[in-house]
């Protein structure tokens, strides 16, 4: 079995079992009824929803329709809203995908070339500034961070609004907050896979050949370190998919985070099942991506 078909194979296990767990998961958490039904009401009309609902049958037969659905394509009707789960996530998906690109770019046009540039001047003002930076990034919490940025650009200087979307500028503040969760490490990881390439033989060959100090580094350095770096710029891609579940709360920003907030506070099983199959799945196609991307920039990953 060739290299791509296996990890394609080990995505496959994942999703499935993130499938199941998230069925089994949700059901920990109690049972919605109640809170469906509402505190007056009576037998029968809880019986009359569990059954709506297929509460009333064995919890096997329960996850043998669940999986059947989420063949289909079908992850059922929100409990509340009986809007189909899928439409409702559909409805919101765009929203969070631009964020999370918006996200993706600020952190890499902004952490790519601080990491290299670190590297390049290492134990300079720099060097020592962009680290400094880096460790106060990793110990900010998200929230604080957007509240800060809230008090400042929307109550200080109103430059920018408060919350929601549909222009540019309800972007740049969750934007730049939620890129604060990868910032800090891709430009770590960066700056550290260029210094040891940099102390490599190939470098000094390089160099030995006449070749400039920025030809060696975007050429040949650059270019070795960056299985390390992509590996990071993947992992933080998820670490953004979580992340923006608070970032979308903090800025009241209509996406999968403020649903998913909203279905777990009334145990809204359908859309919460539907949001981890999604977002996993997701994050797994993310990975599987990287694989592949590795054996493009290094075939000796393929053995």
Same mark, same amino acid.
């Given at each position: 079995?060739?290299?791509?078909? =296996? =990890?394609?194979?080990?995505?496959?296990?994942?999703?499935?079992?993130?499938?199941?767990?998230?069925?089994?998961?949700? =059901?920990?958490?109690?049972?919605?009824?109640?809170?469906?039904?509402?505190?007056?009401?009576?037998?029968?009309?809880?019986?009359?929803?569990?059954?709506?609902?297929?509460?009333?049958?064995?919890?096997?037969?329960?996850?043998?329709?669940?999986?059947?659905?989420?063949?289909?394509?079908?992850?059922?009707?929100?409990?509340?809203?009986?809007?189909?789960?899928?439409?409702?996530?559909?409805?919101?998906?765009?929203?969070?995908?631009?964020?999370?690109?918006?996200?993706?770019?600020?952190?890499?046009?902004?952490?790519?070339?601080?990491?290299?540039?670190?590297?390049?001047?290492?134990?300079?003002?720099?060097?020592?500034?962009?680290?400094?930076?880096?460790?106060?990034?990793?110990?900010?919490?998200?929230?604080?961070?957007?509240?800060?940025?809230?008090?400042?650009?929307?109550?200080?200087? =109103?430059?920018?609004?408060?919350?929601?979307?549909?222009?540019?500028?309800?972007?740049?503040?969750?934007?730049?907050?939620?890129?604060?969760?990868?910032?800090?490490?891709?430009?770590?990881?960066?700056?550290?896979?260029?210094?040891?390439?940099?102390?490599?033989?190939?470098?000094?060959?390089?160099?030995?050949?006449?070749?400039?100090?920025?030809?060696?580094?975007?050429?040949?350095?650059?270019?070795?370190?960056?299985?390390?770096?992509?590996?990071?710029?993947?992992?933080?891609?998820?670490?953004?998919?979580?992340?923006?579940?608070?970032?979308?709360?903090?800025? &009241?920003?209509?996406?999968?985070?403020?649903?998913?907030?909203?279905?777990?506070?009334?145990?809204?099983?359908?859309?919460?099942?539907?949001?981890?199959?999604?977002? &996993?799945?997701?994050?797994?196609?993310?990975?599987?991506?990287?694989?592949?991307?590795?054996?493009?920039?290094?075939?000796?990953?393929?053995?």
């Amino acid at each position: 079995m060739t290299y791509a078909a =296996r =990890r394609l194979l080990y995505a496959l296990l994942v999703v499935f079992l993130v499938v199941t767990f998230s069925f089994f998961l949700v =059901r920990l958490t109690g049972d919605p009824v109640a809170l469906i039904a509402g505190a007056e009401a009576t037998e029968a009309q809880i019986r009359l929803i569990q059954q709506a609902l297929n509460l009333d049958k064995p919890l096997w037969l329960q996850y043998a329709i669940y999986m059947g659905e989420v063949l289909r394509g079908d992850f059922g009707r929100s409990f509340f809203t009986t809007l189909p789960a899928m439409s409702m996530i559909l409805q919101t998906l765009p929203n969070s995908l631009l964020l999370t690109l918006v996200a993706f770019a600020f952190a890499v046009v902004v952490a790519l070339p601080v990491g290299v540039l670190s590297a390049a001047r290492p134990d300079s003002p720099t060097d020592w500034t962009a680290r400094f930076v880096s460790v106060l990034g990793q110990c900010t919490p998200v929230f604080w961070l957007g509240i800060l940025m809230m008090l400042l650009f929307s109550v200080k200087l =109103r430059w920018l609004p408060f919350g929601g979307a549909g222009t540019w500028q309800h972007l740049v503040m969750p934007g730049l907050t939620l890129s604060a969760v990868m910032v800090p490490v891709v430009v770590q990881v960066t700056r550290s896979a260029l210094l040891e390439a940099l102390r490599q033989d190939y470098v000094r060959t390089a160099r030995s050949k006449g070749l400039t100090e920025l030809q060696v580094l975007l050429k040949h350095a650059l270019r070795n370190a960056s299985i390390p770096v992509v590996t990071v710029l993947g992992l933080r891609l998820g670490f953004i998919v979580g992340g923006a579940i608070v970032t979308e709360t903090v800025f &009241s920003y209509p996406g999968l985070g403020r649903l998913a907030v909203q279905a777990v506070n009334h145990r809204d099983f359908p859309i919460i099942q539907a949001l981890l199959v999604i977002v &996993s799945t997701a994050v797994v196609a993310i990975n599987l991506m990287l694989d592949w991307l590795y054996t493009l920039l290094d075939p000796r990953v393929r053995a």
